[in-house]
């Protein structure tokens, strides 16, 4: 009950400051609040300034990060833009690695790597291409290297092959299920 006065109170004096007499606000407060009626407010029906923005800007930060981390070239742009030192060391290392490749016309980035700060420059570590293997199935090969702050390459490393097995049709799997049984 005494929360309900002060509010009727302090509705009047914002009513007077902002010019109107005191009649004008008598006809307020003859609506009961109990049933729902409330004086009406001095914003309504409209926002102000950048406050009907900000549902906008958040949807479209939240895309930008859901395309950033699906689409390369985004995150591509976005490295080459905020950090460029370490964009060119990770360009150095894939140039590497294409360069160093027996099959480079059968090539396709799987994973572009991470890039470490060191102290004499950066670390790319999981650089992963995929290339035509023997029996013509993709080979997964992961690469690193250590590059210097000038951009110099200063040790290239080939770590690992995968081979990936060429998709298998109903019949295959069939006879793989009845190896596995016997």
């Known amino acids: 009950m005494v929360n309900r006065h002060k509010d009727q109170i302090s509705r009047r004096q914002s009513v007077l400051k902002r010019g109107k007499t005191h009649d004008e606000d008598e006809q307020f407060s003859n609506i009961d609040d109990e049933q729902g009626y409330d004086l009406p407010s001095r914003h309504s029906g409209r926002r102000r300034g950048f406050g009907r923005f900000i549902p906008v800007f958040v949807m479209a930060m939240i895309a930008f990060m859901i395309a950033k981390s699906e689409v390369p070239a985004i995150d591509d742009w976005w490295e080459r833009a905020i950090s460029p030192d370490k964009w060119v060391a990770r360009q150095t ?85 009845e190896k596995l049984i016997k």
């Open 93 to 177: 290392c894939q140039k590497t690695a294409l360069e160093r490749s027996e099959k480079r016309d059968y090539m396709r980035l799987i994973r572009p790597g991470k890039v470490n700060k060191t102290n004499d420059g950066y670390y790319v570590e999981r650089l992963v291409y995929g290339e035509m293997g023997e029996s013509g199935a993709e080979e997964s090969i992961e690469y690193s290297c250590y590059i210097d702050t000038k951009g110099n390459l200063t040790s290239f490393n080939r770590l690992g092959q995968r081979t990936a097995l060429p998709p298998q049709n109903q019949h295959t799997k069939q006879t793989v299920r």
